[in-house]
């Protein structure tokens, strides 16, 4: 087996110290055995099984090895989730993975026909390379003004295209023959109720069961979409495609793949514009937030979900409405900026007592009673932690968190959500220095996480058991949650 994909990028001689990742690496806390598995698991779940790395490997990167990728990408996202904050590559004082065109970003062209080509293309690469690690190693995360900047331009109205004898618009771009292809009603219907299907499997089971039977979905879609069309019968296939491009998008941030799930957002909001649907875009764009939020980027979550706001102001649901205020509320949170976090909160519940859910797209059905509570949770506890750990804040969480833990509890369905709640119950009983009680969130979590394959899940568990050991060591029924994560919840070993 081939050590960490390949030889070292240039030879051996005269080589010195990378002071830049020795410098993340000594903050970081992990031995360079835990370092080798961290990029073990990673190497594996983007499909790069050639990855092989030990302790050895790892000390000759730090005495100023240049690894090939994809392990220069692994080493960048594990340590940008480990500080919550982008690192980037060139940060860890490593060779950056050259970018060819400027289609491997986001800043992509607007315009039906390159939409289509590149979702085309870069689902195929998903299936087809993706299990060989090339997919990720191509890829790297956007944030700040590259990021918000091209997002912008969701808001420039898109041309017509030109009306055929019926009154349709062709394609911009028809095929050779100008014969448009006829997708029965059924046909249209069942791509629809098929991604319904595809959404309530990855909130029963995580990212992780059926993100490629997503891709394969969505790379046949594009398929139908490079034939002509009546402009009314293109108008949903797009809509079509923007839905399963955001839920790739999602499954692959649930499962770790950052900057994969970045691309397909993307895509997913020019497929949007396509299809004229604003709250559809919106909802894109609260998911990008919501990432940005995770790698700790609150302004750029921000920018992002103002961006959605004022782009769907006059045709998003109530519903639609309160999800975005309680994206604007975290990001604010995270910022550290109460009165406006509070006032976000209010506009939230008060949006979402005007609901009528029999009317919304099921891409917002899971943004529930229980959803709102969740979110609102987070604001406060996120808060709690800005702010030194605030006694003040942690008590505003604890009822919300509860009530949102009770309300998933009965619900079959959003199992995903369940478990993150229980953590996030978890982590507000710790605020509050109530180990024992944390102890029990964080086990009946492992219980759910068992059956859902979710990173983010497994992730946030490993991160609060850390915390409360760290702090509550002593106290018995935490120390227990070291053995029941390393039986029950077990690291991907290391490959021979």
Not at 93 to 107: E, I, M
Not at 173 to 181: F, I, K, Q, V, Y
Not at 184 to 210: H, I, N
Request: proline share 6%.
């Amino acid at each position: 087996m081939i050590q960490d994909g390949g030889l070292a990028v240039g030879g051996t001689q005269d080589k010195q110290p990378n002071a830049q990742l020795n410098s993340w690496f000594v903050r970081s806390g992990w031995s360079k055995g835990e370092l080798a598995r961290q990029v073990n698991r990673r190497a594996r779940q983007m499909g790069a099984l050639h990855v092989s790395t030990d302790t050895s490997r790892v000390r000759r990167w730090l005495d100023g090895e240049q690894p090939r990728e994809p392990i220069p990408r692994i080493l960048s996202e594990l340590f940008s989730e480990r500080f919550g904050c982008v690192v980037p590559v060139e940060d860890l004082g490593l060779r950056a993975v050259h970018q060819p065109t400027a289609s491997s970003g986001v800043d992509l062209p607007w315009a039906g026909p390159q939409t289509v080509q590149l979702i085309n293309e870069f689902s195929r690469s998903d299936l087809m390379l993706g299990r060989r690690g090339f997919l990720g190693a191509s890829l790297m995360l956007s944030a700040g003004p590259a990021l918000v900047e091209p997002m912008q331009r969701w808001l420039v109205p898109t041309p017509l295209g030109f009306p055929d004898a019926a009154g349709a618009a062709l394609p911009r771009e028809p095929g050779a023959s100008g014969r448009l292809s006829r997708l029965s009603e059924p046909e249209l219907e069942l791509l629809e109720t098929t991604t319904v299907m595809f959404r309530q499997w990855d909130s029963q089971c995580g990212g992780g069961l059926r993100r490629k039977a997503v891709v394969g979905q969505l790379h046949e879609v594009t398929d139908l979409l490079q034939e002509p069309h009546p402009q009314r019968v293109a108008k949903r296939l797009y809509r079509v495609t923007a839905d399963l491009a955001a839920l790739a998008g999602w499954m692959s941030y649930d499962i770790g793949l950052q900057p994969t799930a970045q691309k397909y957002f993307v895509l997913a909001l020019h497929a949007a514009k396509e299809a004229d649907d604003r709250p559809l875009g919106a909802f894109v764009l609260s998911s990008m937030s919501r990432q940005m939020i995770h790698l700790n980027r609150p302004d750029d979550a921000l920018e992002l979900i103002h961006l959605a706001q004022y782009g769907s102001r006059d045709s998003a649901s109530a519903t639609t409405q309160a999800m975005l205020y309680a994206m604007e509320a975290r990001a604010y949170a995270n910022m550290g900026q109460v009165s406006k976090c509070h006032r976000a909160v209010r506009m939230a519940e008060d949006s979402y007592s005007e609901s009528r859910p029999v009317e919304d797209p099921d891409w917002i059905s899971f943004f529930n009673e229980a959803e709102l509570n969740a979110e609102n949770a987070h604001s406060y506890r996120d808060l709690a932690y800005v702010a030194g750990r605030s006694p003040t804040y942690a008590s505003l969480a604890h009822p919300v968190m509860a009530r949102a833990v009770e309300l998933f509890s009965a619900d079959a369905v959003h199992q995903r959500a369940y478990a993150l709640n229980l953590v996030g119950m978890a982590s507000v009983h710790l605020l509050q220095r109530e180990p024992e009680q944390a102890a029990d969130m964080t086990v009946k979590a492992i219980d759910i996480a068992r059956r859902v394959r979710s990173e983010r899940v497994n992730t946030r568990i490993r991160k609060t058991a850390d915390t409360a050991l760290r702090d509550f060591g002593d106290v018995p029924a935490v120390a227990q949650l070291t053995e029941r994560l390393a039986s029950q919840l077990p690291e991907v070993a290391e490959s021979a």
